[in-house]
């Protein structure tokens, strides 16, 4: 079974362009979550998406936005970049399964660097 | 809300050294805990879990045993190697009515030195 992938593996930007990363989660999985890991801030939770409705999101601007299609893939736009958005974006998938059952499966994430 | 709160870290460690790292957490019921562990260049996978109190959840000679007086969920091994430098992720699973929203902590490092 395919694992969790996300694409591009590596981004460049500049400041006050836009960028959009995309998340195919494992083949079934109907839950996709974001995260932004940087060496200060660790693991931070953007937004959850089950069934192309946002479940669940964290505290994070407004120019941050996602979606979720209705294969289950999920993409994440950030408009308006700022120096502070360089870091590492991970996707993680799962089936929303019962109690003690919810594992998370991450892809390899994306790395944006913000010049 | 739920909460998890993990000890501050790099933590480094000459191998075969004994490793606590230390997780408490914050929640309105009876969560499931988790541990995750992400290695370099990887994303985060699953290393043990404890879905009920007093459960010790074990895995590659880590263990973690969920205590709800303390509401702690320390990660435990004997004698590190080299081979285990990784960001270590505690988290929290609960919910109701079908959906169980899943908490992380922010992470973290473990450093062994040979």
């Known amino acids: 079974k395919a694992g969790v992938t996300q694409t591009p593996r590596y981004l460049i930007k500049t400041r006050g362009q836009q960028v959009t990363l995309s998340c195919s989660p494992i083949?079934?999985?109907?839950?996709v979550s974001w995260y932004q890991q940087t060496p200060g801030q660790g693991l931070q939770f953007l937004f959850e998406y089950f069934s192309e409705t946002q479940r669940n999101k964290g505290n994070f601007p407004g120019r941050f936005s996602g979606r979720q299609f209705s294969n289950s893939r999920s993409e994440m736009n950030v408009s308006t970049l700022e120096l502070g958005d360089s870091a590492l974006y991970l996707c993680?998938?799962?089936?929303?399964?019962?109690?003690?059952?919810?594992?998370?499966?991450f892809g390899a994430g994306t790395r944006l660097s913000v010049l | 809300g739920n909460s998890v709160t993990q000890m501050e870290g790099p933590v480094t460690l000459s191998e075969e050294a004994f490793l606590t790292i230390n997780c408490t957490y914050t929640a309105t019921g009876y969560p499931s805990l988790f541990w995750y562990v992400q290695y370099p260049g990887e994303g985060l996978q699953l290393l043990l879990k404890a879905t009920k109190a007093d459960d010790k959840g074990s895995n590659k000679g880590f263990e973690a045993t969920y205590r709800k007086e303390t509401t702690s969920f320390h990660l435990e091994k004997g004698s590190v190697q080299v081979s285990d430098s990784a960001v270590y992720f505690c988290a929290l699973e609960e919910g109701s009515g079908g959906y169980q929203k899943v908490t992380f902590g922010t992470g973290t490092k473990l450093q062994v030195i040979p």
């Open positions: 993680a998938s799962s089936l929303s399964a019962p109690r003690g059952r919810n594992i998370q499966y």
């Open positions: 083949s079934g999985h109907r839950s």
